[in-house]
């Protein structure tokens, strides 16, 4: 799906924001600069959050509540091992309750759970190119008429 501006990710972001269900994980995957934290911050505002949403890249989690749901949004950019995670006690924020949108997953390997829904983002000359994909039956359910 081809995002022509910044105003296409917010149209993106109402679509998920309507779907989304407690416990929901989502991971970002894209370059600096993609527009993973911009999505996080449109769906947000589109369940009604109306504080400041930022990138968490040096807190590595910021915690949201927006239309009665949690919301907790991981820049994972700088973690560095595992005892940096454990030390952290992120493992108890995955307690089924929460929905969580984490950008560079791949640096928690083994110690996040896996994506219901992944997002790709690619930077192109004129906006973005975005690809979605349902990994288990609850992603799967997210995107059903998507």
């Known amino acids: 799906m081809n995002l022509a501006d910044e105003s296409a990710t917010v149209a993106l972001a109402q679509r998920l924001a309507a779907r989304l269900k407690p416990g929901i994980v989502i991971y970002l995957h894209g370059d600096l600069g993609a527009g993973k934290t911009t999505l996080v911050r449109a769906v947000l505002n589109a369940l009604g959050y109306s504080g400041r949403v930022k990138s968490p890249t040096y807190t590595l989690v910021e915690p949201y509540n927006a239309a009665g749901l949690e919301f907790r949004h991981f820049d994972l950019y700088r973690l560095h091992d595992e005892e940096e995670w454990e030390a952290a006690g992120f493992r108890d924020e995955f307690d089924?309750?929460?929905?969580?949108?984490i950008e560079w997953p791949e640096h928690a390997q083994g110690l996040i759970p896996q994506a219901d829904v992944e997002i790709m983002f690619e930077i192109l000359s004129?906006?973005?190119?975005?690809?979605i994909r349902g990994n288990t039956p609850t992603g799967r359910e997210c995107l059903k008429q998507f």
């Not at 089924?96 to 949108?101: A, E, P």
């Open 96 to 101: 089924g309750h929460n929905i969580f949108f």
């Open 126 to 131: 004129h906006g973005r190119n975005v690809e």
